[in-house]
C-alpha cells in the first residue's frame, strides 16, 4: 500500500510548480506550436484546407477529453495524470514524425491533443492542496504563465526547424519536451493529502449552488476579449496602424512576455488581499475601460493613444485566468477539482475557437473598432456575474 506524504519542504512545493509548469507548457507547445507548420506543410504542395485541418487536430482532442481527464485527477491522483498524459504525447507526436499518410497524421495528432489535455487540470489540486492559501494565488499565477510561454517556444522553435530538418523533425519538439515532463512528474510530483472522503466532501459542488458556474460563465466571457487581441492584434498593427510586420511582432511578444507577469501580478494580489473573486470583478471591470478605450482610439486613428492601449488591454485581458482557476480549484474541493477545472478549460477553449471566424467576419464587414467594442460589450457582461466575495480557504 502506497505510503501518503502529508508534508514536504518549502524547496520541494516550488519544484512541483516547476514542473505543472513545463508540463503545461509541453502541452501548449503541441497544441498552439503544431499550427506554426502550416507554411512547411503548405510549402509542400498540401492544400492549406487540408493543412489547416491537420493542425487543428491536437486542439479537437485537447476540447474533447479535458472533463473526462479531470474525471481521472479526481479518481486516480495528479500524479499520474501527469506521467500518462505528457507519456501519451510523447508516443503519439514520436509515431506522427515518422508517417507521411495525412490521415495517420491527424489521428496521431489528435491522440496527442488528448494527451496535451491531461495537464490543464492536472496541477490545480497539486498547487491547493501543498500551497497555502497566501501563496496559492501567486503559485497559481506562475503555473498561468506555461501557456504564453509554451506559445512562445512553439513560434521560436516549429517553424525554424521544420526550414531546416522538415516537418516531421519539428513535431519532435513538443514530443520531446512531453517525454521529459512524464519523467520530471513522474520522479518530482507527489499527490497531497486529501480529508477523508466523507458522504459532504464528494458532494457535486455544482448541486444547488451556481457559484462555479458563474465563474465559468465570466471567464468564457473574459476569453473573448483576451482572445480577440491575441488573435487579431498584429493583423491590426501592420494593416490599419501601418507597422511592419517584423516590428508588430515584436510588439506582440513584448504584451506576451507582459502578460505573463500579469498573471503573476494578479494572483498575488489576490493572495495579500485573501479573495480571489473580489480581484476577478476589478479586472473584469479594467477589461471593459481597457477594451472600449482601444476601440474608441482606433476608431479615432489616434495611434499615440492606441498602441499603449493596447499593449495594457493585452495584460489586463490576461490577468483573471489564475485568479478564476485558483477560484474553482478552492470552491470544487479536493474531490472535484479536476472536473471543475476540467469544465473550466473546455468552456474557455470553446470560446477561443469561435473568435477568429465570428470576429473575422465582424472585422471584415466593420473594422477592428466595432471587434474591439463588441469585446468590451461581453466583458461588461461578465462583470455582474462574479459571485459574491469568498475569502479563501
Given amino acids: 500500500m502506497a505510503t501518503t506524504v502529508t508534508q514536504i519542504h518549502e524547496v520541494r512545493r516550488w519544484s512541483m510548480l516547476g514542473l505543472g509548469v513545463f508540463a503545461q ?11 506554426f507548420l502550416l507554411p512547411a506543410l503548405t510549402a509542400d504542395g498540401m492544400p492549406l484546407a487540408t493543412a489547416g485541418l491537420l493542425v487543428a487536430m491536437p486542439t479537437v482532442g485537447l476540447v474533447c477529453t479535458l472533463i473526462a481527464w479531470g474525471y481521472v485527477v479526481d479518481r486516480i491522483g495528479e500524479q499520474k495524470v501527469l506521467v500518462g498524459g505528457p507519456l501519451l504525447m510523447f508516443v503519439a507526436g514520436a509515431a506522427a514524425a515518422t508517417v507521411s499518410n495525412h490521415l495517420a497524421l491527424g489521428a496521431l495528432l489528435f491522440f496527442g491533443g488528448v494527451g496535451a489535455a491531461s495537464t490543464n487540470g492536472a496541477s490545480g489540486r497539486v498547487i491547493v492542496g501543498w500551497f497555502p492559501p497566501h501563496r496559492r494565488g501567486l503559485a497559481m499565477g506562475i503555473r498561468q504563465t506555461a501557456q504564453p510561454l509554451g506559445v512562445g517556444v512553439g513560434a521560436l522553435a516549429i517553424p525554424a526547424v521544420a526550414a531546416a530538418h522538415g516537418v516531421s523533425a519539428a513535431i519532435l519538439v513538443p514530443a520531446v519536451m512531453a517525454g521529459a515532463a512524464a519523467l520530471g512528474c513522474l520522479v518530482g510530483i507527489v499527490d497531497p493529502p486529501r480529508p477523508a472522503g466523507t458522504a459532504a466532501d464528494r458532494t457535486n459542488p455544482y448541486r444547488g449552488d451556481s457559484t462555479l ?3 465559468h460563465a ?10 480577440t487581441v491575441w488573435t487579431f492584434a498584429l493583423l491590426w498593427l501592420h494593416r490599419d496602424v501601418g507597422w511592419s510586420l517584423p516590428v508588430a511582432g515584436a510588439l506582440v511578444t513584448f504584451t506576451q512576455i507582459l502578460g505573463a507577469l500579469g498573471r503573476i501580478g494578479a494572483g498575488a494580489w489576490s493572495d495579500r488581499v485573501g479573495s480571489r473573486l473580489g480581484p476577478l470583478r476589478t479586472v473584469a471591470i479594467a477589461a471593459v475601460i481597457a477594451m472600449a478605450a482601444l476601440a474608441l482610439a482606433a476608431w479615432a486613428h489616434a495611434w499615440w493613444a492606441a498602441i499603449p492601449l493596447l499593449i495594457a488591454a493585452s495584460v489586463i485581458t490576461v490577468s483573471d485566468n489564475g485568479l478564476a482557476f485558483t477560484a474553482v480549484a478552492e470552491i470544487a474541493g479536493p474531490y472535484w477539482s479536476g472536473r471543475g477545472l476540467g469544465i473550466q478549460n473546455t468552456g474557455q477553449n470553446l470560446a477561443i475557437a469561435t473568435i477568429p ?3 473575422g467576419a465582424l472585422i471584415t464587414a466593420s473594422g477592428f473598432p466595432a471587434a474591439y467594442l463588441l469585446a468590451a460589450g461581453l466583458a461588461m457582461a461578465a462583470v455582474p456575474l462574479v459571485p459574491a466575495d469568498r475569502r479563501s480557504k
Avoid: K, Y
Avoid at 507548457?25 to 499550427?35: D, K, L, N, Q, Y
Avoid at 465570466?218 to 482572445?227: A, D, N
Fill in 25 to 35: 507548457a509541453s502541452s501548449a507547445v503541441f497544441i498552439h506550436g503544431v499550427p
Fill in 357 to 359: 471566424p465570428v470576429f
Fill in 218 to 227: 465570466v471567464s468564457v466571457l473574459l476569453c473573448v476579449p483576451q482572445g
Fill in 213 to 215: 458556474w458563474r465563474i
